[in-house]
């Protein structure tokens, strides 16, 4: 028996004007994703998070059955696991952002002009106007260099995106996700409470540190959005999790290009596929991953793939650009792994879908995922049931953590 977990990032979003009041899964052409739908088990999925943000990596972690109310440890430990980052017992790991801050007032100062973060002080770009994963590192070392001790150690990730290990520190400071103050006064939003005094210290002195570095000098004279600042949050400790592999004794892989993804994939005992083997092509590399999987299963019982619409897509306007995205995943993921699985012998597939991190993050909601749940060989599909919103919320929701008993029935 194969078993296919497939994830679709940034495919869920509410009606568009311009698409006649459809949703993208409504709008699109996904015959694929309507084959699962028609020949087995569609819903929506319920999170049992008791409050916490329904992030992506939350809403994973539930579908390979664990309660986040229980063992969610917040996103920087689970980037830790993919990245290698050892991360011991009593160490809290932080997400260490880059981004771009300026002041407020007086008008006309910019960032060079902010010596201590506080209320003047507004999130220009969360992201650090995209900067590049190379720009990245030189700046990360650099505040390494001249702030890690024994207790603290700062590490490169992707893009934006970086950790700090504090050794035997403290993970119950309350920390605000930098999305959510774009354009925001930060005063209010800055760590508080146990340990908040570290956190802000290490805050100030990376601000001094790369306001004026030869990297964001470049960045300005090219007109772009210097990196002059890391914002901490996102604390945990390293997670506990019984390996999914070893529950159900199977062998499997993640194939994802998120550090987050992979790493709850890594938690859960799964192999990552090297990045590097996922080409590029039109802007995706759907192809690669759906071609990927199929290899996988050839060795291994599991495959977990795990498919983002782009960051620029997701957060444009063009319902086109969009729809576009949500065919490519339909056809060269979707319908690659099923065109490859007759030759594997029986299997189970659960597809499941989902707004993008980002616009969840600007809005506090999102519309809520879906699923469909198939075995094979599948006949020809019946009926003329879609996968898409509508259709899900017809028959219900499920809960999440119960999914996996779908692909691995109790005996």
Not at 12 to 32: C, F, I, Y
Not at 71 to 82: C, D, N, R, T, W
Not at 245 to 267: A, F, K, M, N, P
Request: net charge negative.
């Amino acid at each position: 028996m194969k078993y296919i977990i497939l994830h679709g990032e940034g495919l869920v979003e509410g009606p568009h004007q311009d698409l006649g009041g459809k949703t993208l899964l409504e709008a699109a052409a996904t015959p694929n994703m309507d084959s699962l739908a028609q020949n087995g088990e569609l819903g929506l999925i319920a999170t049992p998070a008791d409050g916490q943000f329904h992030g992506s990596d939350v809403i994973q972690l539930a579908i390979l059955g664990y309660d986040p109310r229980k063992l969610y440890p917040g996103p920087a430990p689970l980037e830790a696991a993919s990245l290698g980052v050892v991360v011991e017992e009593h160490d809290v790991v932080y997400r260490c952002t880059m981004v771009t801050l300026r002041a407020s007032a007086p008008q006309g100062k910019g960032a060079a002009e902010i010596k201590k973060l506080g209320p003047h002080v507004m999130m220009e770009d969360e992201t650090a106007g995209g900067i590049e994963t190379e720009e990245a590192r030189e700046l990360i070392e650099a505040v390494n260099e001249q702030l890690g001790s024994e207790t603290i150690q700062f590490y490169p990730g992707t893009g934006h995106r970086h950790l700090m290990v504090w050794v035997g520190g403290k993970a119950r400071a309350v920390c605000v996700d930098p999305h959510e103050l774009l354009g925001k006064p930060i005063g209010e939003a800055l760590p508080s409470g146990d340990g908040s005094d570290i956190l802000r210290k290490l805050m100030d002195a990376s601000l001094i540190i790369l306001r004026d570095h030869p990297i964001n000098d470049q960045r300005r004279e090219a007109g772009l959005k210097p990196a002059n600042c890391l914002w901490l949050w996102g604390p945990g400790r390293a997670p506990k999790l019984l390996k999914l592999t070893e529950q159900h004794q199977v062998t499997g892989t993640i194939i994802s290009t998120s550090d987050l993804h992979r790493g709850v994939g890594i938690c859960a005992g799964l192999e990552a596929m090297d990045q590097t083997l996922l080409t590029e092509s039109g802007g995706t590399d759907f192809l690669s991953r759906g071609e990927a999987a199929l290899r996988e299963l050839g060795k291994r019982d599991l495959v977990y793939v795990h498919a983002q619409m782009p960051g620029q897509v997701a957060q444009g306007t063009d319902p086109k650009a969009k729809l576009k995205v949500v065919e490519e995943f339909d056809k060269n993921i979707v319908g690659t792994i099923l065109d490859g699985l007759p030759k594997l012998g029986p299997y189970r597939i659960l597809l499941w879908c989902e707004s993008a991190s980002g616009a969840r993050g600007r809005s506090g909601e999102a519309s809520p995922p879906l699923y469909a749940f198939c075995e094979g060989p599948k006949q020809k599909g019946t009926g003329r049931r879609m996968y898409n919103e509508r259709a899900a919320a017809e028959v219900g929701a499920r809960d999440a953590t119960k999914l996996m008993t779908k692909l691995f029935p109790r005996r």
